[in-house]
Each structure stands twice: as structure tokens, then as C-alpha cells.
């Protein structure tokens, strides 16, 4: 079993800088692939990044490319998103997870955070 942890969410202005982090416990952690999704009222959950645990890559949401980085530390067991450049249509609550797949479909990730709000004000 996997527990995520997210924190790092809050009130920002257009522009500004936000990092995510997501801190994670279980045995299991560490041969895990990582994503970040979110969701804003009334809206599907959509993905924004993933990182594959075995060789450090990669894959992000057009809408977030160039402006996001998701990075893992794997000593302390924590995920980042390091969001830059926020623009109001990113806010929304915003998910880690975990799972046996590199993939952007959030339905092969079988751990879930419990979100944290980011919001970004014009």
C-alpha cells in the first residue's frame, strides 16, 4: 500500500511561481511512476505530468509544457511539480498519484493523494 501527500497549494497572482510537492510512504513507493493531474470545478480530472521511476522521463500536458517540471526525489520519498508563468486557467485542485505504469491515463494509477487548491488570480 502507497499514501500520498500533497501540499504546496495556495493563492497566486498571474505570473507567478507555485511548487507542488507530494510526499510518499510504503514499501512499494520506490518502483512506482509518478503523476500529477488536476481538476477544476465542473471539469474532468485531466493529466498534466508523469515521471517514469526507472529512467527519469518525462511526458507533460501540451498546455503545461515549457512552464511545469515534475521531479522525484527518491531519498525523500517526495514529488515535485514546480509550476512557473501560473495563468488563471490552471487553477484547480491538483492531484499526485502512483501506479505500475508510465502512462497520462489516470485510470492505471491505482494511489491518489488527497489534493491540494491551487489558485491563480488575474
Known amino acids: 500500500q502507497v499514501q500520498l501527500v500533497e501540499s504546496g497549494g495556495g493563492l497566486v497572482q498571474a505570473g507567478d511561481s507555485l511548487t507542488l510537492s507530494c510526499v510518499a510512504s510504503?514499501?512499494?513507493?520506490?518502483?512506482?511512476?509518478n503523476g500529477w493531474f488536476r481538476q477544476a470545478p465542473g471539469k474532468e480530472r485531466d493529466f498534466i505530468a508523469a515521471?517514469?521511476?526507472?529512467?527519469?522521463?518525462?511526458i507533460y500536458a501540451d498546455s503545461v509544457k515549457g512552464r511545469f517540471t515534475i521531479s522525484r526525489d527518491n531519498i525523500k520519498n517526495t514529488i515535485y511539480l514546480q509550476m512557473n508563468k501560473l495563468k488563471p486557467e490552471d487553477t484547480a485542485v491538483y492531484y499526485c498519484a502512483a501506479g505500475p505504469l508510465f502512462t497520462r491515463n489516470s485510470g492505471q494509477y491505482p494511489y491518489w493523494g488527497q489534493g491540494t487548491q491551487v489558485t491563480v488570480s488575474s
Open positions: 510504503g514499501r512499494a513507493f520506490n518502483s512506482l511512476h
Open positions: 515521471i517514469n521511476w526507472r529512467t527519469g522521463g518525462t
